[in-house]
């Protein structure tokens, strides 16, 4: 029986955030106005993104929202989910008269496309043609019938064009805002010209450079992020990127304990148990700021955000490298109000002493940090020789099954371009979410040894990450950090790593296992990302990916327990 709407609403528990402004100066709130404007444009695009349908159905539940307390609900999940389709239940419908599913391609390509005629298509184009088609910051749409073609053509258009009525206001927000904080915090001001510029313009790579170097002008309060990102909403290809918008304030102080982490980043590269040959030479720290959330729009929710390392653009991290922002005050309400009570019904009582927010706070950081590790483009070649002769510990583990002959990227149009992403398709996000989650745990180890954790035990990494795959794995299994986590629980239990107590159904952490069986998987997930053959992620993906019944068991336990937090923003009554 499908939950009822009080009952979805329920799995979101309400969470205030916000900060004292009192400080800011006068045009800097003034300011934010302008930032809110086009946080409410952001919210309009990627309703827009999500499903063709989305515009017309958000409007007529918005007006039907007074109408009755039903109603209200109604609008309210649709608000939270970003469209008809509950995102912690598999997109199940709960509006009528919907699509079963959301369109795995959202409303990036026609709904009609097939995979055949998507692949077929990109043999026809040239080399700058195919780029944008596979771009991040082009919609494909059809041109008009002619002559026999019913369907008509596939086309790309720019983003600049497909959401011109939002973005020429949005630019024009954003230049307002960034006239009023240039006297005193001129980075930002450029970045936000820039960016507003790139609204118009589709080319984002210069703002993208600017937008790094606000990191390095910490006299400023506020941190913006705005711009098409992430790829997880684009099932189909996970190439082109939605609209989100943050409003942060930084936290300099926190910011600044944590520099450490900012040059452990290649220390963890040097230490990867992977072939040195796959090992990446050209990483550059990543600066991280902490910051406490004001705002946020667009692709934000479900679940909510609560780190990220940007940009995602290859190019734009190979001229000017990435940023890590961590959101302090997200992650508290989803420590208290979500893990706690989770990690209380499912993990052995006797371990629960290890829990600790610092674990989770710190795994999370290390978690967007392992984004930059390990190869971003494949390397070809890679067959069974890589996993007896170069890494000869590792027969025992899943890559011994799924080797075989690598890919031969010239039998499919997709697999022209070297970088994982553009390889991996519908399943790089999956994988990418489990390598980031994994290789974070292993740079957890391998900073305690070095003496730069030292407030946080190993014990205490792990326990709380066990529950963590708890609260990942309810977001669903076609949303990818769900479904990366599933992959990582279930390999840990059969490397029994974990262990299930049959009488309570409780897990357990098997402290003498769990080192290895986390460098085991780390080594895995790697090379199979760094191989690019995307048949063997596919069967890897699908052997691991699943609920088994014992994890079943325990998220049955859950069903009280909050899957994410709902905010309540100060900022909506400050401004």
């Known amino acids: ?36 404007e086009v946080c409410h444009r952001f919210d309009n695009i990627y309703f827009r993104q999500v499903w063709r349908g989305n515009p017309a159905l958000r409007e007529a539940l918005r007006a039907r929202a007074g109408e009755s307390e039903a109603d209200a609900d109604r609008y309210l999940c649709f608000d939270l989910n970003r469209g008809p389709w509950d995102r912690t239940a598999d997109h199940e419908p709960f509006v009528d008269d919907v699509p079963a599913r959301n369109p795995a391609g959202a ?44 369907k008509g053509a596939l086309t790309c ?57 606000v990191a390095a002008a910490p006299e400023c309060p506020l941190e913006i992020t705005c711009g098409p990102y992430e790829v997880y909403t684009d099932e189909l290809n996970g190439s082109k990127a939605a609209f989100e918008m943050y409003i942060h304030w930084r936290d300099a102080t926190e910011s600044s304990r944590l520099d450490a982490f900012t040059h452990a980043l290649t220390l963890v590269e040097k230490r990867l148990p992977i072939p040195e040959r796959i ?35 290859e190019e734009a991290v190979r001229r000017g490298g990435s940023r890590l922002t961590i959101i302090k005050n997200v992650q508290e309400q989803k420590y208290e109000k979500v893990l706690v009570p989770i990690a209380h019904q499912v ?53 011994n ?20 992403r553009s390889r991996l398709q519908e399943y790089y996000s999956t994988m990418e979410e489990a390598k980031a989650d994994i290789t974070g745990l292993f ?32 977001f669903g299994l076609n949303e990818a950090h769900g479904r990366g986590q599933a992959i990582q629980l279930n390999y840990l239990t059969d490397r029994q790593a974990f262990a299930v107590d049959p009488d309570t159904g409780r897990f357990r952490v098997q402290m003498d296992r769990m080192r290895q069986a986390v460098s085991d998987l780390t080594h895995d997930i790697i090379l199979l990302q760094a191989r690019g053959d995307k048949a063997k992620v596919a069967a890897f993906v699908k052997e691991l990916g699943i609920i088994r019944p014992a994890t079943q068991a325990a998220l049955d336990k859950l069903a009280d327990i909050p899957v994410d937090i709902r905010p309540r923003f100060q900022l909506n009554d400050q401004v």
Do not use: C
């Not at 006297?183 to 510029?197: C, G, I, K, N, Y």
């Open 1 to 36: 029986m499908a939950p009822s709407l009080k009952e979805r609403i329920r799995r979101f528990e309400p969470a205030v955030l916000g900060e004292d402004l009192s400080t800011l100066h006068t045009d800097d709130r003034a300011a934010l106005k302008h930032l809110v």
């Open 107 to 150: 409303n990036f390509y026609p709904e009609d496309m097939t995979r055949e005629e998507w692949e077929a298509w990109l043999t026809t184009l040239d080399p700058e043609e195919l780029a944008r088609a596979k771009g991040f910051y082009h919609v494909i749409r059809r041109a008009p019938p002619v002559g026999d073609d019913q």
């Open 157 to 213: 258009i720019p983003y600049a064009t497909e959401y011109r009525d939002e973005l020429e206001p949005a630019a024009a927000a954003l230049k307002a805002a960034a006239g009023l904080v240039r006297p005193r915090h001129p980075t930002l001001a450029s970045f936000l010209e820039q960016r507003a510029d790139a609204f118009l313009s589709n080319d984002y790579l210069p703002s993208e450079l600017t937008w790094l170097a």
């Open 279 to 313: 090992k990446r030479q050209d990483l550059t720290p990543p600066p991280i700021v902490v910051v406490n959330e004001l705002l946020n729009a667009g692709d934000v929710g479900v679940p909510m955000t609560a780190a990220y390392n940007l940009p995602n653009d």
């Open 347 to 399: 993990v052995a009582e006797d371990q629960l002493p290890h829990l600790a927010f610092a674990a989770f706070f710190t795994h999370v950081l290390l978690h967007e940090v392992a984004h930059s590790n390990g190869p971003q483009t494949v390397t070809e070649g890679l067959g069974d020789a890589l996993a007896t002769s170069e890494v000869g510990g590792y027969a025992h583990t899943f890559w």
């Open 401 to 420: 099954w799924l080797s075989g002959s690598a890919q031969d990227p010239s039998q499919s149009a997709t697999a022209a371009p070297t970088t994982v």
């Open 443 to 474: 740079a957890a180890a391998e900073l305690i040894d070095e003496g730069i954790i030292k407030d946080i035990s190993l014990e205490s990494f792990y326990v709380t990450y066990l529950a963590s795959a708890f609260r990942s794995i309810r």
